[in-house]
């Protein structure tokens, strides 16, 4: 029987491999765009809210590492259909779990995927990079 840390690193590489909405959108209401100098992953995240706030379609593009890739798509696969206060809240709690401290894992589902990565710095900003890219361009939203 497979360890949890074997089902964790297939679902991530399957991930890789076939990532779920890897698209740019026709009319985004949101966009934004990420790039890790450090090692080379590059995001860029289109949403399209609908009329009630909600997360009606997501697409990402990029090129980066196994880690980044899996995270952008199984991101836009948790977010889509949550509202904007419901994506940030899984962005807190994905970070929190990252970053060592108290996150809400009951709404994390498969993103307890990554947990793993926390005692690797590097890999946890690859981790990251979509999520924070998300955090911009729903932030523009939040001020106007």
């Known amino acids: 029987m497979a360890t949890m840390d074997e089902m964790y690193q ?12 890897f698209k740019a959108l026709e009319a985004p209401t949101h966009h934004a765009e990420g790039r890790n100098p450090l090692c080379g992953d590059e995001v860029s995240l289109d949403l399209r809210l609908d009329a009630d706030g909600r997360i009606a379609e997501v697409g990402f593009q990029g090129q980066g590492c196994a880690v980044s890739k899996a995270s952008a798509s199984m991101m836009t696969t948790a ?24 996150a809400d894992k009951e709404i994390l589902g498969k993103l307890k995927a990554f947990e793993g ?25 939040r001020e106007s």
């Open 79 to 102: 977010i889509q259909g949550k509202t904007v206060d419901e994506a940030m809240a899984l962005f807190d709690s994905f970070h929190a779990m990252l970053t060592g401290k108290t």
């Open 10 to 21: 297939t679902l991530i590489i399957e991930h890789d491999r076939s990532p779920r909405n």
């Open 117 to 141: 990565l926390a005692v690797y710095p590097m890999r946890v900003k690859c981790a990251t990079m979509a999520w924070h890219v998300l955090k911009e361009s729903l932030g523009a939203s």
